[in-house]
């Protein structure tokens, strides 16, 4: 008790010492059962990357990048003519998604705002980014398949570009909307125009978001299968950038060599996979490194 204060009165226990023991027993069972949750999911990705790695590095050799996929039996061979078409499918997918994305991004955070039309936009585009990528495949397949009469890797590179666009959409949004308002200011300030602003000030200070935003799409459409099967299938032939028929490609091979009985076909499989795998990871890394030096500057 303060002797200079007639009045003081001993100080009431900190509420730590009055908690229940029922509630500290509560937050101690949570906390371990969050703990054995992340573990238990540490341990089954680790295996699943474990056992991908035993076995898909048993089909590194250099004709897996060398060498067309063989035949039914046949020994040796590779995964070549897949990989040039997943990247040529790909690369034709994040060419059109890019330009739509950004374009949609930009309007939604610098013109649309809370507008109606905005809001429907961002309702569509978070329908298309949980939609099932097998939805996307069967539209595109009732679109383009099925009036061409046969399978092509333009509808493959179109399906990609329709998982891309909702990725690229959301992030470029997202990364304008934390430019802060007075750099937009200073431009308007100086008698710029909106449209010279975005250019100039908003999507510079935004850009590494943005790239960050378009290496995820990137990685988001580089393992997709289910599309794939409904448009652009796969050709065992050596890849001639030939677009208007079935296109190799890495997601439907390892599809159908994993389903086949032959040994050969298997190993080339879990190679594809395993390259799939670390390329998708490669990708993710780049990204987390751009955000890294956005913050860092």
């Known amino acids: 008790m303060d002797a200079t204060n007639p009045l003081a009165t001993t100080a009431p226990p900190l509420a730590a010492s009055r908690v229940r023991p029922g509630r500290r027993i509560a937050d101690r069972v949570l906390i371990l059962a969050s703990t054995l949750a992340t573990l238990l999911g540490i341990v089954v990705l680790g295996s699943i990357l474990l056992m991908l790695i035993v076995e898909g590095v048993k089909g590194f050799t250099p004709a897996l ?31 059109i998604a890019t330009p739509i994305g950004l374009m949609a991004g930009t309007f939604l955070a610098e013109y649309g705002r809370t507008s109606k039309i905005a809001d429907v936009i961002r309702f569509l585009n978070d329908v298309l980014l949980s939609a099932p990528s097998i939805l996307i495949g069967l539209f595109v397949y009732t679109l383009m398949v099925r009036p061409m009469g046969t399978y092509s890797g333009w509808a493959g590179a179109v399906a990609l570009a329709i998982i891309a666009t909702p990725v690229i959409v959301r992030t470029t949004e997202d990364m304008l909307r934390l430019v802060p308002g007075p750099m937009r200011e200073a431009g308007a300030a100086l008698g710029a125009p909106r449209s010279l602003v975005i250019r100039a000030i908003t999507w510079r200070a935004a850009s590494a978001g943005v790239v ?11 393992g997709e299968t289910a599309p794939l099967l409904f448009t652009a299938l796969n050709n065992n032939s050596w890849f001639n950038a030939n677009l208007l028929g079935g296109v190799p490609n890495l997601p439907v091979m390892i599809y159908q060599f994993a389903l086949s009985p032959y040994p050969n076909w298997q190993s ?22 751009v955000i890294k030096d956005q913050r860092a500057r």
């Open 212 to 222: 960050t935003g378009i290496i995820l799409a990137l990685a988001r459409i580089a």
């Open 65 to 95: 990048f060398t060498a067309p996929t063989p035949g039914p039996g046949s020994e040796g061979g590779g995964i070549a003519n897949a990989i040039l078409g997943s990247l040529v499918m790909t690369f034709i997918g994040i060419v």
């Open 268 to 289: 080339l499989a879990w190679a594809g996979a395993l390259l799939i795998t670390v390329t998708i990871l490669a990708l993710s890394v780049v990204a987390r490194l």
